[in-house]
């Protein structure tokens, strides 16, 4: 049995950027920061996600820098060759088939009470 299944709730690193093809699909990556907890204070860790076709659209339209939305997908290795020094690299990608969104910093800030 194989199970290739990732979920990430974080913050968007950048705003999207988006990719048209002729076949008139859409490619959207973004960065996805998603906190580790540490003793010491929250660490992020980065992901790159790619986002195909309709999805794309929607994350173009809505997922802009700082705002906080969810993933389901799948983990994936790139690997190409370093046209500088002809090594072989690789990263990780997570495929994104749904997306959830859940919000902006400014969203999150209006909604909390202010004490002051």
């Known amino acids: ?5 990732v979920h990430l709730v974080g913050r968007v690193g950048g705003d999207p950027e988006m990719k048209y093809f002729e076949s008139g699909t859409q490619l959207c990556t973004l960065t996805l920061a998603v906190n ?8 992020p860790d980065w992901f790159n996600l790619k986002i195909w076709g309709k999805t794309a ?3 173009r339209n809505y997922a802009k820098k700082g705002s906080q939305i969810g993933v389901k997908g799948s983990l994936e290795v790139e690997t190409w060759t370093d046209k500088a020094t002809g090594t072989e690299r690789s990263r990780p990608v997570i495929k994104v088939d749904t997306l959830e969104l859940l919000g902006s910093k400014r969203d999150s800030a209006e909604a909390l009470p202010d004490y002051t």
């Open 1 to 5: 049995m194989s199970l290739n299944v």
């Open 36 to 43: 580790r907890r540490s003793k010491n204070q929250d660490q």
């Open 57 to 59: 659209e929607i994350a």
